[in-house]
């Protein structure tokens, strides 16, 4: 498998290198030409060449798109890794792209440092857009358009899921989400992913063992203030902290997340994410 996998690279590394006179368009350059993935062909490996365009507004560059109609619910690994240069994934979930009734998760550096790798609940009777593609669409920061890339998507086992969504979001001009992927098994990759937040903002992710429920700058904050992190949003207002989940951690512990945010235009000049919870198998 991997001597092929090695030899379907270097072909498409070869057509990839016709790109810089006519980029050639892939079927499923677009939303509209997503290409369906079964729950019978799991695992599965693509080795593809990226696209032309950019169908998003936003990174991966020169996307590519797959459908997953799930009919087995469970932890599903979705990854790009080994593929060539700088590649990016997001997963949308009832809607390709951004839109008021889809939700979303995306990685980047997870596997390796180059390559994105998601594991994350999916359910039965929901559909899946997976958008894979490049970082950046300028050098340093490869690939460009029709360079290959490998994509793997795998059906872990029927494991429960260990994140929950527990609401209590302060809305201002801004509505901030939050969302977490991962098993949380010992090494396994671990995002927390704030989106949807102001601009370049200050953003304090405030983790607890435990909830205090209390009355917070016009919202409810959920967590214990055990440990509270800083960091700053980017232009689309997000913000992802992605790391490995650590050893000696014990079986059913649970903790808490989420996000406050100085915006003036929260009740009391705060915007909040929901609070999320994520328990160890």
Not at 30 to 53: H, K, M, N, R, Y
């Amino acid at each position: 498998m991997t001597r092929n996998i090695a030899i379907g690279l270097l072909a498409l590394l070869a057509l990839g290198s016709a790109h810089a006179q006519k980029c050639l368009p892939p079927v499923n350059e677009d939303c509209a030409g997503a290409v369906d993935i079964t729950f019978a062909q799991l695992p599965l490996t693509v080795t593809e060449i990226l696209g032309c365009s950019n169908d998003v507004s936003d990174k991966p560059y020169f996307d590519l798109f797959y459908r997953y109609d799930c009919t087995v619910t469970g932890m599903y690994q979705l990854d790009m890794c080994g593929s060539f240069g700088d590649s990016h994934m997001r997963v949308y979930t009832d809607g390709c792209g951004w839109g008021p009734s889809s939700s979303q998760v995306e990685d980047d550096d997870s596997c390796g440092g180059a390559d994105p790798i998601i594991t994350m609940m999916m359910t039965s009777g929901t559909s899946y857009w997976i958008e894979v593609g490049a970082w950046r669409d300028q050098l340093p920061w490869t690939p460009q358009a029709n360079d290959p890339f490998l994509f793997r998507i795998q059906y872990l086992d029927g494991a429960a899921n260990p994140w929950a969504d527990l609401g209590n979001q302060l809305e201002g001009d801004v509505e901030p989400e939050l969302h977490g992927s991962g098993s949380l098994n010992t090494g396994s990759p671990v995002s927390i992913d704030l989106s949807l937040g102001p601009q370049g903002a200050l953003a304090w992710l405030v983790l607890g063992v435990s909830t205090i429920n209390a009355t917070f700058k016009g919202g409810i904050m959920v967590p214990n203030n055990d440990l509270i992190l800083l960091g700053v949003t980017d232009f689309y207002g997000s913000y992802d902290i992605t790391t490995a989940w650590p050893s000696g951690v014990p079986s059913a512990a649970t903790f808490y997340f989420q996000y406050w945010i100085p915006d003036a235009s929260g009740p009391v000049g705060y915007v909040a994410s929901n609070a999320i919870s994520g328990t160890t198998p």
